[in-house]
């Protein structure tokens, strides 16, 4: 108690402020008093009451301060390294530290008191970075730079100049934090050097890259830049700085000494891109200021940007493309001056981990796409040029496995090579691209594709000139570096593969355009070779598959190579050189192919590439191209599977055809000339050579594609089927041709299948005669007049109905009736190919022809003898057939003969007899060891008694016709026309 006793009467205070201020409170006292009179008359009277102050007087702030020096001299000082700790004060006294600095700074300009203040801006600038404060950093950075006063030049004095110094120093102290101030740093930097560049009197890079587009456009450039001073003139007269978006507006200035020309002058320079006033003495500099900062301490923020860490280093890149675009926005005072510094710091920075790398070149790349695209042509030149700088650097260093670097840091060349609409550009690339490949090919991994990309651009410029460029380098790369276009990445071969496939189809040179033809055959031999590399089972062929040839059969057996085809493939025979005929005379391949993604992956892209060549509207470019994919089917079939060759023949071989098979019908006969002048043309020259060349490969690798028997008798049977006499005609000699190169390597069922095929496209090409003496019916539902009871000129000639509606008169010279008329005569003439293609085959293969299928061929022959014979016979018909010509007028080389048949009656029944001799006088052979069951299961005999009675019937009827026609002949027709007579028994 006696504690608690002592602490009531003697209070426990601290000595501190245990302070003398008896007098301090009478003073209180007294003016507080003071204070209650002068309110209490001021509330009587009605007036304002007097405020009352809070400000402390000068003696409480004077006994504050010895108070706190007193409590100084004993406190002990703590190093604190958590921010934490800090980053409270430095929040509560930025604002007094900024307004004391700030207006002593501009207010005084004693060097002491100027050196205090601006360590203070850089340390609380440094201190706010460190802490991560951005809008504390971001304010003494912007003070920074507005105390340098390079927005108004004319009003700079030294001190604007050390500020500039403090600027480049916090920029070198706290670069990994300034993050997007960057921008307001080097943007100070860039006007800067603009000064010094003035100063000094050198020309400006306004006037030495405005100088070729003030050649080019002197009249427009004068006028566009008298309406954008007139445009601004009121924006940046009163000194302003211009805007970010405006950085290329140039105001008026009272009159330019530089209205007329591309260049600008100096002031008008400054006022591009430092935004000055507009008064010419506005743009004075002071030389001493400017020169106080020289351009070894401008170029060490550059250069100590290799310093920087992973995300600095970006935000730098970011900030300085942003500062070179607003240099080189306005295209008549251009500055190149960051655009330099962008390669400098590049290869500073090159030396980076890859990832860091990928996010720098990811801002560069798309920073020099857009410069390289620039209006300004000198500009657009010297960005292509830089970037041909950095990819040589960049190609000197060794590419990891697995990575993809040099594809997205020459990607660039790809996007201007297809976005720039200057001549000059394009060829400027095709020269950087042409030059790095072939200086550091060693090095190229990845980069081949991107390469190739701008090569394959090339090859369809509009220009002659870059495409020839463009060739000579891909002919130097695929003749001497073959090797390294694959060594790293398998798939560029594809992109070699369309690059030379693009070249091909540029319609400005011929000879390049054929050599790319025969860089395809070279790069399929060493894709057969397995000069790319390994692929997934892609095994040895150990001689398990037959790999030469069986028959060797020429291209065209009815005609030699003309002198002209042989001048027009020598370029495309030399161009591959030595290496390449060596491949084509290899005929065993090393590697197997199966029906795998990466197999067809490589291959379909040179077949495909090669296939639709094919279309080609130049002649020579069709017969190279067919000529070279079959010599490598050829050459290097044997290396395929079975499986494999199906998918060349569905994706390759048979799309050769799609055009013919859709195009190419009865109605397209009576097109226009030129229209059938084409396609005659491609029928005759491509066409018929195509489906040589596949009959001719599929015998030499019957043994491969025997499976694929089927769809190719289709195509044959669609091609025969046709009413279009040139198409019919080629499936007839190519299905002879077809027999001839395989008909020994044919089993039973095989020959059953051809002959089977035959047979049907001879049913369905029996021509029908009465379908030309029968109007097409109008409606669905009416039915067709009867032809033996309806009179001639009624079925020909009379105007019948249909539903009430009239018809118009059928006619063979038009329409249907002509269509008709010109089917009948196509599939009368395919009946005659394909009796003929019948004998051929039998009497070359019969002693290997199973017999079912001598059996089938005979029965052909039949059918056709008698349906020809049936219509011989119809004398009706015959007259009303005549009659129907006569009336129509038909042109004399249309006209169907009468009798309508009787050539492909003879025929047949040659053929059909021959074969029948043929069989009962064999004997079983060595040759023909089954002559005698042919016998027996044809019935040789029993079809000769048939034949011979039917022959001696026809005979007769023949003679009684022609006493019939004689005598009709002596009645004259009521038109006048008379049918054309032709005796039956004279030509039996």
Not at 119 to 127: K, M, R, V
Not at 278 to 296: F, R
Not at 364 to 371: D, H, M, P, T
Not at 738 to 766: F, H
Request: hydrophobic residues 45%.
């Amino acid at each position: 108690r006696s504690l608690y006793d002592r602490i009531v009467h003697n209070e426990i205070k601290i000595k501190d402020d245990l302070v003398d201020t008896a007098g301090t409170k009478a003073a209180a006292e007294a003016a507080q008093r003071g204070n209650m009179l002068m309110n209490a008359l001021w509330s009587i009277v009605g007036g304002y009451k007097q405020a009352e102050s809070h400000e402390p007087t000068d003696d409480a702030i004077k006994l504050t301060l010895d108070n706190l020096h007193d409590r100084a001299k004993g406190a002990t000082y703590f190093a604190a390294s958590d921010p934490d700790t800090v980053r409270p004060m430095l929040e509560l006294i930025w604002a007094p530290l900024l307004g004391c600095f700030s207006l002593l700074f501009d207010e005084y300009s004693d060097p002491r008191l100027l050196d205090i203040c601006l360590a203070g801006f850089e340390a609380a600038t440094c201190l706010s970075a460190l802490l991560a404060v951005g809008n504390l950093r971001d304010v003494f950075v912007n003070s920074l730079c507005n105390f340098t006063h390079l927005h108004s030049p004319a009003t700079m004095k030294p001190k604007n100049g050390l500020a500039f110094k403090t600027l480049i120093n916090v920029a070198l102290q706290v670069g990994n934090h300034l993050d997007e101030r960057w921008l307001e740093v080097l943007r100070c930097i860039s006007r800067w050097e603009l000064l010094q560049q003035i100063a000094s009197g050198m020309p400006t890079d306004a006037v030495l890259f405005a100088g070729a587009a003030a050649a080019a456009d002197k009249g427009k450039a004068g006028a566009a830049l008298k309406d954008q001073f007139k445009r601004l003139s009121g924006a940046t007269a009163a000194g302003a700085p211009a805007a970010s978006g405006d950085i290329g507006g140039v105001p008026a200035a009272g009159g330019a000494k530089s209205m007329d020309t591309m260049a600008m002058s100096e002031a008008s320079i400054k006022r591009a891109h430092i935004g000055a006033g507009g008064k010419e003495e506005e743009l004075q500099v002071p030389a001493d200021i400017i020169n106080s900062v020289d351009t070894a301490q401008l170029n060490k923020v550059y250069m100590s940007s290799s310093q920087l860490d992973s995300d600095a280093i970006v935000a730098f890149v970011k900030s300085l493309a942003a500062i070179s675009l607003d240099e080189l926005r306005d295209p008549r005072a251009p500055r190149v001056f960051s655009l330099t510094k962008i390669v400098e710091i590049s290869h500073f920075n090159m030396s980076r981990i890859r990832l860091v790398w990928s996010r720098i070149w990811a801002v560069l790349s798309q920073y020099f796409i857009a410069v390289s695209c620039h209006s300004n042509l000198s500009v657009a030149m010297y960005a292509v040029d830089s970037l041909r700088q950095l990819a040589m650097k960049f190609l000197e260093r060794d590419e990891l496995a697995n990575y993809t670097f040099q594809n997205d840091f020459l990607r660039p060349f790809v996007v201007v090579m297809r976005q720039s609409q200057a001549v000059e550009i394009r060829e400027l690339i095709i020269r950087c691209v042409s030059q790095m490949v072939l200086a550091r090919v060693n090095n190229v991994k990845s980069g081949w594709k991107s390469m190739f990309m701008v090569f394959t651009t090339a090859a369809g410029d509009p220009d002659p000139t870059i495409v020839r460029l463009a060739f000579d380098t891909i002919e130097k790369i695929v003749r001497e570096h073959f090797s390294h276009i694959t060594e790293t990445e398998t798939t560029t071969f594809t992109d070699c593969v369309n690059c030379l496939i693009a070249f091909t189809n540029n319609p400005h040179s011929m000879t390049v355009a054929l050599n790319a033809i025969a860089f395809l055959r070279f790069c399929a031999s060493k894709l057969a070779e397995g000069a790319i590399g390994d692929l997934p089972e892609a095994v040895p062929a150990v001689g398990t598959e037959r790999l030469g040839p069986t028959r060797v059969v020429a291209l065209d057996q009815q005609s030699d190579r003309s002198p002209s085809k042989a001048a027009n493939s020598q370029p495309s025979a030399t161009a591959a050189g030595g290496a390449s005929d060596a491949a084509f005379g290899a005929q065993q391949s090393t590697m197997k192919f199966v029906d795998r993604d990466e197999h067809v992956y490589f291959w379909f892209p040179l077949l495909a590439g090669l296939s639709e060549l094919t279309f080609d509207p130049r002649v020579e470019i069709r017969r190279s191209a067919l000529e070279v994919l079959f010599d490598v089917l050829k050459t290097h079939g044997g290396s395929f599977a079975d499986s494999f060759w199906s998918r060349i023949f569905d994706r390759v071989l048979l799309p050769i055809f799609d055009h013919v098979r859709a195009e190419v019908t009865d109605t397209t006969t009576f097109t226009s000339e030129r229209r059938r002048a084409q396609e005659d043309a491609w029928l005759y020259e491509t066409c018929t050579q195509c489906l040589q060349h596949l009959v001719d490969l599929f015998g030499q690798f019957y043994d491969l594609m025997q499976g694929l028997l089927g769809r190719l008798l289709e195509l044959l049977a669609s091609f025969i089927s046709r009413s279009h006499a040139s198409l019919a005609s080629v499936g007839v000699a190519a299905y002879v041709r077809l027999i001839n190169s395989c008909g020994t390597e044919l089993d039973g069922q095989t020959w059953r299948e051809v002959i089977g095929m035959l047979q049907q496209v001879m049913q369905d090409t029996l021509p029908d005669a009465v379908e030309l003496v029968t109007p097409p019916l109008r409606a669905a539902g009416g039915s067709a007049p009867d032809i033996t009871a309806a009179a001639p000129s009624a079925a020909a000639g009379s105007q019948s109905t249909a539903a009430g509606q009239p018809r118009p008169p059928y006619s063979l010279r038009e329409g249907v009736g002509m269509r008709r008329l010109v089917k009948f005569k196509v599939q009368a003439g395919v009946q005659l190919l394909l009796v003929q293609a019948a004998s051929e085959v039998y009497a070359l293969h019969y002693h290997h022809m199973a017999v079912p299928a001598m059996v089938t061929l005979a029965d052909s022959l039949q059918l056709v003898a008698q349906h020809a014979r049936k219509i011989n016979t119809d004398l009706q018909l015959r007259r009303r057939l005549a009659a129907q010509q006569a009336e129509d007028r038909v042109q004399e080389d249309r006209q169907v003969p009468d009798p309508p048949l009787l050539r492909q009656e003879t025929e047949a029944s040659h053929a059909y007899l021959s074969v029948l001799l043929h069989v009962s006088s064999s004997k079983d052979s060595k040759k023909w060891p089954a002559a005698s069951e042919a016998q027996r299961a044809i019935g040789a005999s029993h079809r000769l008694v048939q034949l011979a009675y039917v022959v001696l019937e026809r005979f007769s009827l023949g003679a009684d016709s022609n006493n019939q026609q004689q005598q009709q002949q002596q009645q004259p027709y009521s038109n006048g026309g008379t049918p054309r007579g032709s005796s039956s028994k004279a030509a039996l």
